[in-house]
């Protein structure tokens, strides 16, 4: 998982169009390719896509595209003449922006009502929810045993002058996970507020990074990269991926500081193969896929009823009460934010 566990490896197959079926009659049929758009994160087993190919007869073409804003970047500018026939990996923080743009077409799955349609963001149905991933802080439980100091719980305690210089976040403007964060400050203090508590974070000695590997993997003294900070802006199921020899993860994500961040799939509009692609979406929401994505990819599946890997439950637990904000007030507060943001922070 590359923005939530470095050890994590893809298997993901990528295939060719052009290839052939037999009919059944000594002649040959052209065998589908619908390509699906998605962020450098997605993760499947090589035997759960060919699974999925011999039960229906489709090759699926994966072409990665950056992080979440990278994808629906590219797919706002590219819809007029689509770079594939499906996208999955727009998050809820971006969902507005693709919807309002035109990216996708409705499509409402067989599979959706089996859990997916808890986190519906468009009436029209132009996206599932194919997984949950919530954006907390992090702490290295290990650094505070060792300094003899509480670890921090909430919102606040990372503005307290006895964790200064130990918070490392993402920028919102080039990071999904960073966007999250602000989002569930802005949720939590409100417009009122959410410039006075970052005002407070700078002064404590915030440090801003563009991505979630580099604060995690290189600031964050926690994982492999063992960096200099303790404290950093990353997933409540990262704990999962750092589960040392004795079992106890050496991480603990602060549920208090959790906003919820679901990744949508949906058919892209003007794609060139509109059937097919329905039938990506419809594997995506599948039990099948769906039991892939805790161990692939790190987050929690959409689905009802599909088992976490053993001991999720004690370490990475699905937060309760996430910070949340509506899909229209982050269309419409998103970019005003992020500048309001920089000229504050940066």
């Given at each position: 998982m590359?923005?939530?566990?470095?050890?994590a490896i893809a298997v993901v197959g990528v295939v060719a169009a052009g290839c052939s079926l037999s009919d059944g009659d000594g002649g040959t049929q052209q065998t589908p390719t619908v390509t699906l758009v998605t962020h450098d994160s997605f993760l499947a087993p090589q035997e759960v896509l060919?699974?999925?190919?011999?039960?229906?007869?489709?090759?699926?073409?994966?072409?990665?595209?950056?992080?979440?804003?990278?994808?629906?970047?590219?797919?706002?500018?590219?819809?007029?003449?689509?770079?594939?026939?499906?996208?999955?990996?727009?998050?809820?923080?971006?969902?507005?922006?693709?919807?309002?743009?035109?990216?996708?077409?409705?499509?409402?799955?067989?599979?959706?009502?089996?859990g997916p349609q808890r986190y519906a963001v468009d009436p029209?149905?132009?996206?599932s929810a194919v997984d949950v991933g919530d954006v907390c802080v992090n702490v290295d439980t290990n650094y505070f045993t060792t300094k003899g100091i509480p670890a921090p719980e909430t919102y606040d305690d990372l503005a307290d002058p006895k964790y200064k210089d130990l918070l490392v976040v993402e920028d919102p403007a080039t990071a999904s996970p960073g966007l999250a964060f602000l989002l569930g400050t802005i949720a939590k203090y409100g417009d009122?507020?959410?410039?006075?508590?970052?005002?407070?974070?700078?002064?404590?000695?915030?440090?801003?990074?563009?991505?979630?590997?580099?604060?995690?993997?290189?600031?964050?003294?926690?994982?492999?990269?063992?960096?200099?900070?303790?404290?950093?802006v990353s997933y409540a199921s990262s704990p999962a991926a750092e589960v040392g020899d004795d079992g106890k993860p050496r991480t603990k994500a602060l549920l208090d500081t959790c906003y919820r961040q679901v990744e949508y799939a949906g058919v892209l509009a003007g794609g060139k193969q509109v059937e097919n692609a329905r039938k990506v979406v419809d594997f995506l929401l599948s039990q099948q896929f769906q039991a892939t994505v805790?161990?692939?990819?790190?987050v929690y599946p959409a689905r009802q009823g599909v088992d976490l890997p053993a001991g999720w439950a004690?370490?990475?637990?699905?937060?309760?009460?996430?910070?949340?904000?509506?899909?229209?007030?982050?269309?419409?507060?998103?970019?005003?934010?992020?500048?309001?943001?920089?000229?504050?922070?940066?």
């Open positions: 590359k923005r939530r566990a470095a050890t060919d699974a999925f190919q011999k039960q229906s007869g489709i090759k699926v073409s994966v072409l990665k595209q950056g992080d979440a804003g990278s994808l629906t970047n590219k797919l706002v500018l590219t819809k007029a003449n689509p770079i594939g026939d499906v996208a999955f990996g727009v998050d809820s923080t971006f969902a507005s922006r693709a919807l309002s743009e035109g990216v996708f077409e409705p499509y409402t799955s067989p599979e959706a009502d089996r029209e149905h132009r996206l009122a507020g959410w410039k006075d508590y970052w005002t407070k974070l700078k002064a404590n000695g915030l440090k801003v990074v563009s991505g979630w590997e580099e604060a995690y993997t290189k600031q964050f003294s926690g994982s492999s990269g063992k960096g200099p900070r303790p404290i950093v805790a161990a692939n990819m790190y004690q370490v990475a637990p699905l937060p309760q009460k996430p910070q949340t904000l509506p899909a229209d007030q982050v269309q419409a507060g998103r970019e005003k934010w992020i500048g309001e943001w920089r000229a504050l922070v940066q």
